[in-house]
């Protein structure tokens, strides 16, 4: 079985769509398939929309992106794990070369990442050089992650010591278990971010967090980018 573990606050915008995509991607698999939503903490109708699209709902009250993806995996029952950010869309190739990768022998990977609709010049600059540097360091992007049930619990899951940076770590121990794969069929993410704030705010952030270090990423002090829950007001 495969089971696709989506993380969510407050994504009422576009959670309904991610699930979708899951299952079109899903359909022409063999394998059954189980679709997971971890509302952690939404004071919207995150919870209604995914069960609704015939997810399994689990509620946590954590407000941590690594604890919402534990918490899936823990109530997972395939051998297959996909973590899929409810603002990311998948579509067939990412699950059959993913399945053929692990039947490889591959202890887990991810895949390139594009951003939907129009983003400002800034910001297509800075993802293309971002992604560059951080795929050819054979990291994997946190809105789309896979491995195998066995290879995630070997690892113990994502470390919750973490309030951003949890997909670093993660594929740094699934590295030391054998050959990280990155898709080169990229994933369809949201460009909201890049949309909603100014090149000063997202650089200044980001050079923050370089500045700090590890320290900064085990705290939700001042990560207020990634935690804040400002969303679109409208589906794109």
């Not at 085990?218 to 007001?233: I, V």
Request: some cysteine; glycine content about 8%.
């Amino acid at each position: 079985m495969i089971s696709f573990i989506i993380p969510a606050y407050n994504e009422e915008l576009e959670l309904s769509s991610t699930i979708a995509a899951i299952r079109v991607a899903a359909s022409g698999v063999t394998l059954p398939y189980e679709i997971i939503v971890v509302d952690d903490a939404s004071t919207d109708m995150t919870a209604e929309l995914a069960a609704q699209g015939g997810a399994r709902v689990i509620s946590i009250n954590r407000r941590q992106i690594a604890a919402s993806r534990n918490a899936g995996a823990r109530a997972a029952q395939g051998d297959y794990l996909f973590f899929v950010d409810a603002d990311t869309r998948i579509n067939p190739k990412h699950i059959y070369e993913a399945i053929a990768a692990l039947k490889a022998g591959y202890a887990g990977g991810s895949a390139r990442v594009i951003t939907d609709g129009a983003i400002p010049m800034w910001g297509r600059i800075f993802v293309r050089a971002f992604c560059t540097v951080y795929f050819a360091l054979k990291l994997g992007a946190g809105a789309f992650l896979f491995t195998t049930r066995r290879n995630f619990d070997i690892i113990v899951g994502f470390d919750e010591q973490y309030f951003i940076a949890e997909e670093v770590y993660f594929s740094l121990a699934l590295r030391k278990l054998g050959r990280f794969k990155v898709l080169r069929e990229p994933i369809l993410t949201s460009g909201r971010k890049l949309r909603m704030y100014s090149a000063r705010y997202v650089l200044g952030r980001a050079l923050s967090i370089i500045i700090r270090g590890p320290r900064a990423a085990r705290s939700r002090d001042k990560l207020d980018f990634w935690y804040n829950g400002r969303r679109e007001d409208r589906l794109l």
